[in-house]
């Protein structure tokens, strides 16, 4: 098992942008697949954004041309920079580790969540 704290979350202004971090411990860090995941009042948590073990990286459409992640193995942390928010991005923001890139996209059988961090973007 491996435990993640994300950090990072706040409000912004629509058009502002904010950098989430997501720290590991008690795990190879390396060795796990990583992701972003959302959920907004009222609504199911949906995926964001994923990076495998090696650095390959993929986005839901709504992340795409706005956010990036990226991971620094050697801090055992993820970052996600998101860019051009708009009010709807406006959610409590989970990290995720699992094995599988699979796992993360299809959202099963993950085992490690983080506590979340709020993102809320002002219009």
């Known amino acids: 098992q491996v435990q993640l704290v994300e950090s990072g979350g706040g409000l912004v202004q629509a058009g502002g942008s904010l950098r989430l971090s997501c ?6 860090f390396s060795s796990y697949a990583m ?23 993929d986005y839901a459409d709504l992340a795409k041309g706005r956010f ?3 991971r620094d193995n050697a801090k055992n942390t993820m970052y996600l920079q ?9 959610a409590v923001y989970y990290c995720a580790a699992a094995r599988y890139t699979y796992s993360l996209r299809t959202m099963r059988g993950i085992n490690n969540w983080g506590q979340g961090t709020q993102v809320t973007v002002s219009s």
Request: net charge neutral; aromatic share 8%.
């Open 23 to 28: 720290a590991a411990s008690g795990g190879t």
């Open 68 to 70: 990036t992640l990226s």
């Open 82 to 90: 998101m860019s051009s928010l708009k009010p709807e991005d406006t």
């Open 35 to 57: 992701g972003w995941f959302r959920q907004a009042p009222g609504k199911e948590r949906e995926f964001v954004a994923v990076i495998s073990s090696g650095g390959s990286t």
